[in-house]
């Protein structure tokens, strides 16, 4: 667990990206292509611990949800899991661990002032 002192919230609306690319096919025409693609709107807040930012984000309604109760500035203790990448050498009869890295934190769940604010995550 970490305890954060400070946040800031982040939010991009959803948008619509259009994009036109000219084509030819097999005989020598030329035409264009038009592709659309829909961005959802993402919720994220950022978190000052004390390692350093730590950032959780996502488009479901439990990432809104999580948003819309955290005020900027709020104390929170944010619980994570650690994630390392292990390399092993492998030539050898018993396997020997040659590196073990921190490559990432996986976001548990924070609590504010004695109140649980867990993302309601969608499968």
């Not at 611990?49 to 990432?63: K, L, T, V």
Request: hydrophobic share 30%.
């Amino acid at each position: 667990m970490r305890i954060c002192t400070n946040h800031q919230k982040v939010y991009t609306p959803s948008r619509r990206d259009t994009v036109i690319i000219p084509t030819i096919d097999f005989e020598g025409n030329l035409g264009i292509s038009i592709d659309t693609d829909e961005i959802p709107e993402k919720y994220a807040v950022i978190f000052n611990c004390q390692h350093g930012e730590f950032i959780i984000q996502g488009i479901q309604d439990g990432y809104k949800s999580f948003y819309e109760r955290l005020e900027e500035g709020d104390g929170v203790d944010v619980l994570y899991r650690e994630v390392y990448r292990a390399v092993y050498d492998r030539s050898k009869a018993e396997e020997e661990l040659l590196e073990k890295r921190l490559v990432k934190y996986d976001f548990i769940d924070a609590e504010l002032k004695n109140r649980r604010l867990r993302v309601e995550k969608e499968n």
